[in-house]
T-cell receptor
Framework: EAGVTQFPSHSVIEKGQTVTLRCDPI?????LYWYRRVMGKEIKFLLH????????ESGMPNNRFLAERTGGTYSTLKVQPAELEDSGVYFC???????????FGSGTRLTVV | DQQVKQNSPSLSVQEGRISILNCDYT??????FLWYKKYPAEGPTFLIS?????DKNEDGRFTVFLNKSAKHLSLHIVPSQPGDSAVYFC????????????FGTGTRLKVLA
């Protein structure tokens, strides 16, 4: 079984530019999550999709972040325009049965300069 | 306001000895707890979990203990092996409503050969 795939693995962009991160969950996993770890701190929840619907987006920092999951398959997280404080590692995870131990991808390290 | 706290940023243990990683939480609504292990440049990997109806869960060398009255959980690794060297994250959630995890800041475990 293929794991959760994220790309790019690294992205360096200038402040004000746009970046789009992509996540391919494990096939058959209806639940997809985005998390972010900033500067070695805790891993923070951003949002949760069930199929193509946003179940919980309470962790999205502001309206510069837009997440989509078209057709209930892969998901994208767009940051526009990027700010310095958006730097961090963005993790995607998926699960079949909701809360019980989801599988994380390797993350995308975003650096905004 | 950090609801899940891992107060020890790092821990060093001799190979073959016991590693004990601690985690405290403040929200009494949490009823499901997990430990994840993370190697550099990889995503967190699920290790073990425990429901609030139990006070202990064991899986091979890994045991998680939950003390609900103290709002404290711990992960015991016996015997510790050099391959266990990683960052360990404690996470908490509720089984009702949203499936999001609240993570601690992590404890870096180094097992010395």
């Amino acid at each position: 079984e293929a794991g959760v795939t994220q790309f790019p693995s690294h992205s360096v962009i200038e402040k004000g530019q746009t970046v789009t991160l992509r996540c391919d969950p494990i096939s058959g996993h209806d639940n997809l999550y985005w998390y972010r770890r900033v500067m070695g701190k805790e891993i923070k929840f951003l949002l949760h999709f069930v199929k193509e619907s946003k179940q919980d987006e309470s962790g999205m920092p502001n309206n510069r972040f837009l997440a989509e999951r078209t057709g209930g398959t892969y998901s994208t997280l767009k940051v526009q325009p990027a700010e310095l404080e958006d730097s961090g590692v963005y993790f995607c995870a998926s699960s079949k049965q909701g809360i019980y131990g989801y599988t994380f991808g390797s993350g995308t390290r975003l650096t905004v300069v | 306001d950090q609801q899940v706290k891992q107060n020890s940023p790092s821990l060093s243990v001799q190979e073959g000895r016991i590693s004990i990683l601690n985690c405290d939480y403040t929200n009494s609504m949490f009823d499901y707890f997990l430990w994840y292990k993370k190697y550099p440049a990889e995503g967190p990997t699920f290790l073990i979990s425990i429901s609030s109806i139990k006070d202990k869960n064991e899986d091979g060398r890994f045991t998680v203990f939950l003390n609900k009255s103290a709002k404290h959980l711990s992960l015991h690794i016996v015997p510790s092996q050099p391959g266990d060297s990683a960052v360990y994250f404690c996470a908490a959630s509720t089984t009702s409503g949203t499936y999001k995890y609240i993570f601690g800041t992590g404890t870096r475990l180094k097992v010395l050969a």
